[in-house]
């Protein structure tokens, strides 16, 4: 019993969020493993906050024969695809078709992007599947990536770290790149590295030599899309990406920025804009709450 048992605003806020990864680094599981973990947080008391299972597309014919030995049904999948989303997309045809026979949708992709070109290639090919996410590198220019986007009606994706410090881009940077969202009232999710609440320093990886590194914490990602919302500055959101006080983040239980809780149309507006993040793990970041919230 987590997020029931926590203040309000918190589950809330995570209704829906965590898209299970369980097939990515750092956890890699093998299909089995990760079909029965889903199945079990489908059926956890945290369930509210658990979003899509998250495939690639060369996997999806193969999750879904393992889902049917499972006995499951009415799944929801985000396909991942790779550097020919068009081909990809038309071999998955009769893979969706057959998944709807068990109630379950196959109704969110996702596709790295480089170029303006590339967002309208991704956009034609999924057409009317279901939504997109292009993933956009915070590092690079980003501006006519998002506006792009935008022109098409898809979301963006961003990756927020991966298994090396050098994976984890930096607080201003990704500051940068939630205003440039912010302004356009562009959705999007974030991917990688958001396993915990609160900003730290963890192991990268489930390996017993894992190298520790500064990761962000999720927590901090929503209050800062909340300060990217209401226009406050730059320097702002750079430091509440970076706090890792507790008390400063969630004050009294709610997010909040500093050190007051955020009203209730400041919390509904962060998930209007934010879909959610990836994470191999579901249970980390729900097990690693209450202590976060509750200081």
């Known amino acids: 019993m ?3 048992s926590l203040p309000p605003s918190v589950p809330a806020l995570l209704a829906g969020a965590i898209d299970y990864a369980g097939l990515f680094p750092p956890a890699s599981l ?3 493993e990760a079909v029965t973990n889903y199945a079990a947080y489908r059926a956890s008391a945290d369930r509210a906050a658990l979003g ?7 996997r999806l014919e193969e999750c879904l024969d393992e889902v049917a030995r499972a006995g499951e049904s009415g799944w929801r999948f985000s396909v991942t695809l790779g550097a020919d989303p068009v081909g990809e997309l038309v071999r998955l045809v009769e893979a969706a078709a057959a998944a709807r026979t068990r109630d379950h949708a196959v109704d969110s992709f996702e596709a790295k992007v480089t170029a303006p070109a590339e ?3 991704l956009a034609r ?4 599947r279901g939504r997109w996410y292009a993933e956009v590198a915070p590092g690079e220019p980003f501006v006519a990536m ?8 898809g979301r963006a994706k961003l990756r927020m770290g991966g298994v090396t410090p050098e994976a984890f881009p930096e607080a201003g940077v990704v500051a940068r790149f939630l205003v440039a969202l912010a302004v356009r009232q562009l959705p999007f999710k974030a991917t990688a590295g958001l396993h915990h609440p609160i900003r730290g320093v963890y192991r990268l990886t489930y390996r017993p030599d894992a190298i520790s590194g500064p990761m962000y914490g999720y927590l901090n990602l929503f209050v800062a899309i909340a300060l990217a919302q209401a226009g406050a500055p730059l320097s702002d959101i750079e430091h509440a990406l970076v706090e890792t006080d507790p008390n400063r983040l969630v004050p009294g239980g709610t997010p909040g920025w500093p050190g007051r809780p955020f009203e209730a149309d400041a919390l509904a507006r962060i998930r209007t804009q934010f879909d959610g993040f990836g994470s191999c793990s579901f249970r980390e970041p729900i097990d690693e709450l209450p202590a ?3 200081r």
Do not use: N, S
Not at 125 to 128: I, N, P, R, S
């Open 2 to 4: 987590t997020l029931p």
């Open 30 to 32: 093998g299909m089995a």
């Open 52 to 58: 899509r299972f998250i495939v690639p597309a060369g």
């Open 119 to 121: 967002v309208e290639r």
């Open 125 to 128: 090919a999924v057409g009317a």
């Open 146 to 153: 998002l506006d792009a986007i935008g022109h098409h009606h």
């Open 292 to 294: 976060a919230v509750t």
